[in-house]
């Protein structure tokens, strides 16, 4: 079973148009994260939930809204999409905030046209 | 060989050799660093780990330095190996984990 896993692993759309990323974990961690990784491969956090709540909130667009249904899942809505949305997001998840070995999914490639 | 992570973001071994990667972080008050590696089209994957309260700590085949002094830390791989070959990330941790910038390495054969 894949510990961290998120859908879909590619995904090509028009600008303008609105688009879901889901991710699930079954290792029972209570934090969840959002991470995107431009084309030179730079990680920056995006947002993290504990236990369903928001407890990090960069400064990311209102575009992008992150919802946490409970805590094995982390989704992530972006609207009105840019071509500077381009990019690998990845889900990641670890037992508890701040500490501890964070545990990434395989990434989803988003390209918008 | 070496690199210095931020400045040299390549760094090209050969098979064998052993390698060291660099990276400078910001935060004096981060008090937990992770090194990762990624492979390509994968996530970045746990390697090892170091508190602010040791300054070494190894693995198998891996070692992490850290030298508070100068915000410093390091990754050395002994016996380098083609499947080492991949981007490697240093982490810290203060109230977020936060990446730098990535080193990619290149294992010769």
């Known amino acids: 079973d894949t510990a961290v896993s998120q859908t879909p692993k590619y995904l090509v759309t028009q600008m303008g148009n609105d688009k879901s990323i889901k991710c699930e974990q079954n290792l029972g961690h209570d934090t969840m994260y959002w991470y995107k990784q431009d084309s030179k491969k730079f990680l920056k956090i995006m947002f993290s939930y504990n236990n369903k709540e928001l407890i990090i909130n960069e400064t990311v667009p209102n575009r992008f809204s992150p919802k946490s249904p409970d805590k094995a899942h982390l989704n992530l809505h972006i609207n009105s999409l840019e071509l500077g949305d381009s990019a690998v997001y990845f889900c990641?998840?670890?037992?508890?905030?701040?500490?501890?070995?964070?545990?990434f999914g395989e990434g989803s490639r988003l390209t918008v046209l | 060989g070496e690199s210095v992570g931020l400045h040299l973001p390549t760094l090209s071994v050969q098979e064998g050799d052993n390698s060291i990667i660099n990276c400078a972080y910001s935060n004096s008050a981060s008090d937990y660093f992770i090194w990762y590696k990624q492979e390509s089209g994968k996530g970045p994957q746990f390697i090892i780990d170091i508190r602010s309260n040791m300054d070494k700590r190894q693995g198998q085949r891996v070692t992490v330095l850290l030298n508070k002094t100068v915000k410093h830390l390091s990754l050395q791989i002994a016996a380098t190996q083609p499947g080492d070959s991949a981007v490697y990330f240093c982490?810290?941790?203060?109230?977020?984990?936060?990446f730098g910038a990535g080193t990619r390495l290149t294992v010769k054969p």
């Open positions: 982490a810290e941790s203060n109230n977020d984990m936060r």
């Open positions: 990641a998840s670890s037992k508890r905030p701040n500490t501890g070995e964070l545990f």
